[in-house]
């Protein structure tokens, strides 16, 4: 017969606020604050030095990337090789000139132009180096025109997906490789 | 061990108050921008006191002669602004339906007279119900003028070239 009102003293096994105990603080309490020092510091520099959450404010990247949308960049992704065309990247704006900053507000665009190339627009169709380029992410008309831009060194052309908008109403241009603060992760 | 922490935490409490009571130019400049925005935000519905107390505190940020150099699509300015007209510029813009402006990134540089200072400022514009907010990269030139640091220069950044 077992008395409910007797803790349960069997050894191996805990009493439920032993179990409590120990899914909060674990066997021991000097580990676990250890465990949870590292994880917090890996936290830290992960989501502050490498995979920068962000969240899309805005329609200039529509529809691949909505309003209100939640996202990394990547600050590793050029370590190793330069940026692509296609590849959609955060830039900094001018109060974060400083490299080891972390930007609050980072324009959010898609790479067209590589350094030496010529980008124009004609009627809607982005031109490289005079072909108009296959960008199956624009989706919606676009009337834009803009004579041909040759791309400085060290520079890429960034421009939004969404071009139905007007095209003051749009940031576009040329992009410093030092504003590219990383390759955006989805 | 409990000597050492202790005479730790004494030293960095002491820096903290150092730097609390004593901050750097480039930290008075930094907080007079988190004052010059919360001025110029305005509340929905906001009536004309209000709108006018909020536009004579921006006033209060800036010299009694302003150079303004504006270069966005569509809209062009050059020109030297009393304080006065920044006034009545706040005043003027359209924000009934509220503003809430604010400088997410501010990057100053004080120059070596320690007299005059730059800032790099991202703006963040937002009218309430809009889907679409205004960001737009500024430059901001600062001078001291009798023991406060006085907007002297406005002009907008473009970010990509």
């Not at chain 1, 069997?10 to 899914?23: C, E, F, S, V």
Request: net charge positive.
């Amino acid at each position: 017969m077992i008395d409910q009102d007797q803790p349960n003293t069997r050894p191996g096994r805990p009493r439920l606020g032993g179990w409590l105990r120990i899914a909060l603080i674990g066997r021991n309490p000097n580990v676990t604050l250890a465990r949870a020092a590292i994880l917090v510091a890996t936290c830290v520099v992960v989501f502050k030095f490498v995979l920068l959450p962000i969240r899309v404010e805005g329609v200039s990247m529509l529809p691949a990337y909505k309003d209100k949308s939640l996202n990394f960049v990547n600050r590793l992704a050029y370590l190793r090789h330069e940026p692509r065309r296609g590849d959609v990247v955060g830039l900094r704006l001018g109060g974060t000139n400083a490299l080891y900053r972390t930007p609050s507000v980072m324009y959010m665009k898609r790479i067209v132009g590589l350094p030496g190339e010529t980008v124009a627009f004609a009627d809607g169709h982005l031109l490289i180096n005079g072909t108009a380029l296959d960008e199956p992410y624009v989706n919606g008309p676009c009337d834009w025109n803009c004579a041909p831009v040759t791309v400085n060194p060290n520079q890429y052309f960034v421009v939004g997906d969404n071009r139905s908008m007007p095209r003051d109403y749009h940031v576009f241009g040329q992009a410093k490789k030092e504003q590219i603060v990383g390759k955006v992760l989805f | 061990m409990v000597r050492f922490v202790l005479a730790l935490a004494v030293a960095a409490l002491g820096v903290w108050l150092w730097l609390v009571l004593f901050p750097s130019p480039e930290k008075v400049i930094a907080g007079q921008f988190e004052k010059l925005a919360r001025a110029a935000s305005v509340q929905a519905g906001a009536g004309y006191l209000p709108r006018l107390a909020g536009a004579q505190k921006v006033g209060g940020f800036f010299s009694t002669n302003v150079e303004i150099n504006i270069d966005l699509p569509g809209r062009q300015q050059h020109a030297t602004m009393s304080r006065d007209d920044i006034v009545q510029a706040v005043l003027a813009a359209d924000s009934s339906g509220g503003l809430t402006v604010k400088f997410p990134d501010i990057n100053v540089m004080v120059g070596a007279d320690k007299e005059t200072a730059q800032a790099d400022i991202t703006v963040e514009a937002r009218v309430p119900g809009e889907q679409d907010m205004m960001v737009q990269e500024m430059k901001f030139t600062l001078r001291k003028i009798d023991g406060k640091w006085l907007i002297t220069r406005v002009q907008t950044v473009r970010t990509l070239s």
